[in-house]
């Protein structure tokens, strides 16, 4: 199957959709006779399209969004977005884990735009992926764009791993928080970024 291109003009990454649907079809044949015919059909081909068109999408956008540098001068105060919502996909079960991320840098004269953090959130999560290294990616991806005095990360999740299999505890949510820079050198600095990076008690980010 020929890629497609994406909309920036970026090649796709070229997944072997023909390979993923025979893999599939052999997962279910070895279910049995629990699976029907019409199962065998139609469920390869919708799985391995939802995995390339959403799931996995963050593979092919080339290379990440840009965060391009705004050209009004950042003040000397703490940036921070919360409640950006992203969708992952566990590369040890390849179950999804989903939940919000909230990202803080201090500016060192760069600023982004606010909707490119959250892309370059959504882009990262929609790869195989494991809570800890996306919050390490986030932040590298930060530092290499902006290259601000600090930045911090903060990722709450849901994960499938956990509440339909393993423990199966159906309330449970797995928080990861990363600081680089003068977060980890200054420990004022540090309360100032967790405390913003938390939602406010009357928010209501329960991951659904």
């Known amino acids: 199957m020929k890629g497609k291109r994406a909309p ?14 025979r893999g599939i079809r052999m997962f279910l044949e070895a279910l049995g006779p629990v699976v029907s015919a019409r199962d065998l059909k139609e469920t390869p081909v919708l799985v391995a399209r939802a995995f390339d068109e959403e799931l996995l999408a963050g593979y092919h956008a080339g290379r ?7 050209p009004e001068a950042p003040p000397d105060a703490l940036v921070v977005v919360r409640g950006i919502r992203f969708v992952s996909v566990c590369r040890h079960h390849l179950l999804p884990f989903h939940g919000n991320a909230s990202v803080a840098y201090l500016p060192d004269g760069k600023l982004a735009g606010f909707s490119s953090l959250a892309r370059l959130v959504d882009t990262l999560a929609r790869r195989l992926q494991i809570q800890e290294e996306l919050s390490e990616q986030i932040l590298q991806s930060l530092e290499a764009a902006l290259a601000p005095r600090g930045c911090a990360c903060l990722l709450e999740a849901t994960h499938q791993c956990m509440t339909c299999r393993g423990a199966r505890q159906m309330g449970s949510r797995v928080a990861t928080l990363r600081f680089s820079g003068i977060f980890e050198k200054n420990a004022a600095r540090r309360r100032e970024a967790i405390s913003l990076l938390q939602p406010p008690p009357s928010s209501r980010w329960a991951v659904k």
Not at 10 to 19: E, N, P
Not at 64 to 70: H, K
Request: hydrophobic fraction near 40%; avoid cysteine.
């Open 8 to 21: 920036s003009g970026t090649a796709r990454a070229r997944f072997d959709l023909s390979k993923m649907e």
């Open 64 to 70: 990440l969004p840009r965060l391009e540098p705004l």
